[in-house]
């Protein structure tokens, strides 16, 4: 079974930024897509933004799209999510999961078989 651990979550003003990691006991090279998930209370899960170790950039939901950045640290194999110009509606718990397939899109939570418990997000106004 394949470990997750998310961290790098917090409270901040809205305006603000954080940076969320997310490091995994395994990579699969296939299937290759890693990504970003958010729950926000009362809401569904959602697609936040995703990205294959061999691409150019990252897929974006509309909502984060220009305000949030995916990228992989080869290095130290760490997925991170910087997140900037936070508002109050990212409020959430940020999800990552390794190890998923592009299928006309890479931001569907059934695409992915791994996740981690999580990290929460609070953004006040």
């Known amino acids: 079974e394949v470990q997750v651990v998310e961290s790098g979550g917090g409270s901040v003003q809205s305006g603000g930024s954080l940076r969320l990691s997310c490091v995994a006991s395994?990579?699969?090279?296939?299937?290759?897509?890693r990504a970003w998930f958010r729950q926000g209370p009362g809401k569904e899960r959602e697609g936040v933004a995703c990205i294959a170790p061999t691409s150019m950039g990252g897929h974006y939901a509309d909502a984060v799209r220009g305000r949030f950045r995916i990228s992989i640290d080869k290095a130290n194999n760490t997925l991170y999510l910087q997140m900037d110009n936070l508002k109050p509606e990212d409020t959430a718990m940020y999800y990552c999961?390794?190890?998923?397939?592009?299928?006309?899109?890479?931001?569907?939570?059934?695409?992915?078989?791994?996740w981690g418990h999580g990290t929460q997000v609070t953004v006040s106004s």
């Open positions: 395994e990579y699969p090279r296939f299937p290759p897509y």
């Open positions: 999961a390794p190890g998923g397939r592009y299928d006309f899109g890479c931001l569907r939570g059934e695409l992915y078989t791994n």
